[in-house]
């Protein structure tokens, strides 16, 4: 097995692009957020998403006690935002810059995200300086959809569609 030196790893994975976004939360642990791209799709059925938080995180205290969360997917407008939720920064001033609201949980959810997934902690794995957390989405919400804001080579990017028509009919209707 290769010796791998954290750097290495880290500049390998910055090859991996990755969708960016704020995860946030609140309840009697205090409210909470910040920036994250270590997220995917666990399984549809029930609807279950990971997301891999870092337990040096301002946030860690507010995710593990409150046990909810909400996934709020950028748009390229929101690279600003995810700057601010990025690190070193108040929490208070990171969710002044945004509009939100609340589906299920009363995790906070961006007003104008790409999309939001509003869920219960349902497991969790510890590993190395992480927690895996395996979410259960309790409730939706979605917006156009026609772009996100990318992470890649330690830079933001954007993907997506310039118009609702060139996004097609199957995007609208979730078709792949
Ligand atoms: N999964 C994560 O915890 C994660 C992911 C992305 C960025 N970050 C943090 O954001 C900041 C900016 O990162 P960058 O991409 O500009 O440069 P970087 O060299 O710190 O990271 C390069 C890539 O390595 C991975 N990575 C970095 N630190 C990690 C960690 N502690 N645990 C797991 N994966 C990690 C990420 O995929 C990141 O994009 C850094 O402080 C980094 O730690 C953390
Ligand atoms: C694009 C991008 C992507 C991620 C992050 C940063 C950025 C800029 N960060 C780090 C996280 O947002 C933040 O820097 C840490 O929480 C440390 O800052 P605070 O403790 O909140 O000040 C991050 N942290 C984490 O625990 N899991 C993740 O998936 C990511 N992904």
Known sequence: MQDIAPQDYRDAMACLGAAVSIVTTDGGAGRAGFSASAICSVTDDPPTLLVCINRASSAYAGVTGNKVVCVNVLSARHEPLSRLFGG??????????????????????????????????????????????????????????LDNLIYFGRAYHTVGVTTRAEAGSDLAHGRS
């Open 88 to 145: 070193k920064v108040p929490a208070d001033e990171r969710f002044a810059a945004a509009a939100w609201s609340t589906l299920e949980t009363g995790a906070p959810v961006l007003a104008d995200g790409a999309a939001a997934f509003d869920c219960r902690i349902a497991s969790v794995v510890n590993v190395g300086t992480h927690d895996v957390l395996f979410c259960r989405v309790v409730a939706l919400q979605r917006s156009g959809c």
